[in-house]
């Protein structure tokens, strides 16, 4: 992750990233697997790279939000439409 696409570090300075093979709940693969420890190993050797690792499950990663945040109480309200600017162009491209 990119830390000057996160907008709202001051809330919380954890971010959740769900990944597998597929839509179906595939799981990860090895190379997925092998690519968090390497990135792990590299955040070990540098400060520039946030520490990252692999939580016990998506309600863990809630109940320490909730924790964080004071259920919620600190987060950001949001008002009008979201727009995901890190998504531009990611696919469409390749058909060029």
């Known amino acids: 992750m990119r830390l000057n696409i996160v907008k709202n570090l001051e809330s919380s300075n954890t971010a959740l990233l769900v990944f597998g093979n597929g839509d179906g709940g595939g799981g990860p693969l090895s190379k997925m697997l092998e690519n968090l420890r390497r ?39 949001w008002h009008g439409e979201l727009y995901l600017e890190v998504c531009l162009n990611s696919n469409s491209m390749s058909l060029y």
């Open 39 to 77: 990135i792990r190993a590299a955040a070990n050797q540098s400060r520039d790279i946030p520490v990252v690792y692999m939580g016990a499950s998506v309600e863990d990663f809630y109940a320490d939000l909730e924790r964080d945040t004071n259920f919620g109480e600190t987060l950001p309200t």
